[in-house]
């Protein structure tokens, strides 16, 4: 896959199809609009480096997928181009034909493929009415996507967002089509999990969106390595510390993780974040998170649709 940045580069292509759009999640809906492309033949992605909710609410906005993990996923679905453009104030201003005519100009594409809730242009002007008018005009085919559904709950990134959120970590994954994962770096902690029997690895994460406040089944992945893992997510109420934390007991792992990247595989939620009254209950209750996890089949494959 030849990645471009079309920020940087004047290069022109020629592409058969082409869809774009930000494709945080790449969901089942996603996939769909991707594989159109490259039934169509020479196919071509473009994402933006910046979320519009990003650009356009709030700095504060967590990604499900940060860009790495885009461009990851599109080279295993054997995309020929993947086009990164900044969501930036000149582009946002673009009017529908404008909007069309840079992306032309950039790719000659011959086919468009877009969800029938396609928005682009200043202020989200233009539709797949507009892009039907504009046929002739820039001489391609549009193909809409029709809204795809999984036990009656529509495929969208937004509500994967409110799942995670909410901790429904099962309901995420079923729209996601694969275990919602987080990547980030081990640094170092207070070592109280260690003084308790359940060693943990801190992990410093930034970029994409927390699941809710709660202890988790995790499968941890290290070193292309798959282990059993227990992740809890938020303040150390016991202890009265109010920083969120993400912390992972490990099973059957033993060394120093200070400085590596892990991967955490969001399976179950095991439950809330409690305040225990005492280090004896705390202790009894994570040795109980250990038997559920001890418990589960270590089964998670590590397949194409992983983000590593």
Not at 283 to 290: A, M, Q, R, T
Request: charged content about 25%; overall charge neutral; glycine content about 6%.
């Amino acid at each position: 896959m030849q990645i471009i940045d079309l920020d940087k580069e004047n290069t022109k292509i020629y592409i058969d199809a082409i869809t774009l759009g930000n494709f945080d999640g790449f969901h089942l809906a996603h996939q769909s609009l991707i594989n159109k492309c490259i039934c169509l033949g020479k196919s071509g992605v473009i994402i933006f480096k910046s979320h519009t909710s990003e650009v356009l609410e709030s700095n504060k906005f967590r990604n499900i997928l940060t860009m790495d993990d885009k461009i990851n996923l599109l080279n295993k679905m054997n995309v020929d181009f993947c086009l990164i453009k900044s969501f930036d104030k000149e582009f946002l201003s673009l009017k529908p034909k404008g909007f069309l005519t840079y992306i032309k100009e950039k790719t000659h594409f011959k086919n468009l493929i877009v969800g029938n809730d396609f928005k682009f242009g200043v202020d989200a002007s233009g539709d797949v009415c507009i892009l039907k008018k504009f046929q002739e005009e820039f001489d391609y085919k549009l193909h809409i996507i029709d809204d795809q559904f999984i036990n009656g709950i529509p495929i969208r990134s937004s509500t994967i967002r409110r799942f995670l959120l909410k901790g429904e970590i099962e309901q995420a994954n079923l729209l996601l089509y694969r275990p919602y994962s987080i990547r980030g770096i081990v640094v170092d902690g207070k070592h109280r999990g260690r003084i308790l029997g359940f060693p943990t690895a801190n992990l410093k994460c930034r970029e994409y969106i927390i699941p809710a406040s709660g202890v988790y089944y995790t499968n941890v992945i290290y070193k292309n390595q798959l282990y059993k893992g227990i992740t809890s997510i938020g303040e150390n109420l016991t202890y009265d510390e109010h920083e969120l934390k993400i912390e992972t007991h490990i099973l059957d792992f033993n060394g120093n993780l200070y400085g590596q990247e892990l991967t955490l595989v969001f399976l179950n939620k095991i439950r809330d974040n409690v305040k225990f009254d005492s280090e004896t209950q705390l202790i009894n209750k994570l040795k109980s998170d250990y038997n559920f996890a001890k418990k589960h089949d270590l089964d998670l494959q590590l397949q194409d649709y992983m983000i590593i």
